[in-house]
């Protein structure tokens, strides 16, 4: 339905009604793609720990610590790198370089290798960790079927498999820049069923143990990510998804992105680590406030999958639109995406509020437990406005523009020097309980959405527009030209190629006369001539690429080794 009546606004704008929603539609409709996305990261652990409760208690608790210790090393580092893409996608896809869509996925699933293989080895030296703990906590059996035990092999299982999943939610978050929802939840149904299936067979019928969980934790997302290689295969020959061949391009220009996927890590493991450590100390306020703590927090995970849907698809949208060059469009995205997530927030907290009675009965917990989780809850729904829109004006807003290293500040110093101070306080000089920790997480997401909010306000839309064309050039033709020019002197050309090489200046003066006219021959200087003064030779920037590759492999299979000691 379209409506005819039309709005104004600060008396300079008119939309019609009818153009407004149907712009919300399709914000909604691309959010439902990046929330099955998001779903799924936490449906399959939740499908894994299961079926190790149906094994026995003792794999209930070791997978559960096994599982925690894996998300907050591998999933703060997967997070974390996929913002890189967040960032790059959606402005090369609202480029006329649109094509090299593909060149910015490879270059990230590169990098989140590399990522993966340098954090393996210290991951598996965790098993030392639990060695620390009391075994009034765990039991003293430490062995193969001991919580100890259990735990180490699991954790030996599934340290690789997290480069499958960030490989499957890159592969899906490629599909849903471009569109393509329908496979998007294809592949997230398959994930999860897949999963599921080889866990009933491993578990269940087999009878198969802690092995059983890791073997069809590994075989549901290599039998999901076959597939999804098999549909790109298919959807590029037909040309329905932008692609360019391979080349040396995805192994040079990784400064920036290693810098953003950094301090994406950094950001992800603060707000990881600020509430593993809630959790952990609020054991030291009662049994009761221990277990409220753990179903708030399953609560909030729940909701994380929408509001990480709503957030990628306002970072979508706004970089695309920075990736055209519209001002406008990115002011209006950003205002739709702050909107959007707002009313998200609002509406999951009423609808939470509404329904406490039916999720507390979800966890059958003790009377006491009951009373505290009904009498603090009402915070708890304050909480998820806050976060979810700290968490959509970071995610959502600022990654599009490429402010991880400002998040990364903003959000250290909001979860350590304030929320966990008085998280802490309150556990341990007072009697606040969930109030206190609760009081804590919305205090650190207030510093955040002030911080997030004046950084928006103080942009200059016109400069991150110019700044978004230096990055889509890196990743088009000027590192073709980079290369080749590098490459000229040491191996024979073809005069195709040769032809390209002494006429690309002329090229790109000619696009740029076609576009803006004539201007002063002074102050003309031609893509070429910048490149060429470049410092960083395409040769070195392989060469490094390659050096990282070996030296992280070879010090993560030392450090892996050290943890089978």
Known sequence: MHFQFRMKIDGKFNFQIGELLLKQWEFIKLAASFTSIAAVTTLVPIITVFFAASISQAHLD????ATTLFNVVFISMAGGYSTVFDTYGPQVYGSPKRNELGTVLVKCLLQGGMVNLTVLGPFLNLVYIID????????????????RGITIQYLRLVAGVNFLDYTIAMISRYWAIQGHSKLVYFVSILMVGSHFLASYLFVLYLKMGVIGLGLAAIIGRLFTLLISFL??????RKKELLWTSLSCRVLIGWGPMITLGLSGAIECFAEQALFELSSFCSEFDGIATFSVIIIILQISNAGWALCDGFSR????LIGSALGEGYAENVKFNMKMTTASILIEGFLLASACFLSRNYMIGFFNPSQNVVDLFNETF????????????????IQGVLVAFGQQSFIAWTKSIAC???????????????????????????LSDLIIISAALIKILMMDIQEEIEKTEQRVATESHTSDYRLLKSFHSSIDITEAEEFLVDNYNECMITQSTDKGGTEDSDNETTMGQNLESETVHPNHEIRRVLVAFITSAMVSISLAGISFL
């Open 62 to 65: 070791g997978v559960g610590l």
């Open 132 to 147: 620390l703990l009391p075994d009034s906590a765990v039991g003293s059996d430490t062995s193969a079927e001991g919580f």
């Open 231 to 236: 549909i790109c295969m298919i959807k590029i």
């Open 313 to 316: 698809t306002g970072v979508t």
């Open 378 to 393: 009402w915070l708890f729904c304050i909480s998820i406005v806050t976060y979810h829109f700290q968490y959509g004006l």
């Open 416 to 442: 350590y020097v304030f929320g966990l101070p008085v998280i802490m306080y309150t556990i341990f000089f007072m009697d606040f309980k969930v109030n206190g920790i609760i009081a804590g997480w919305i």
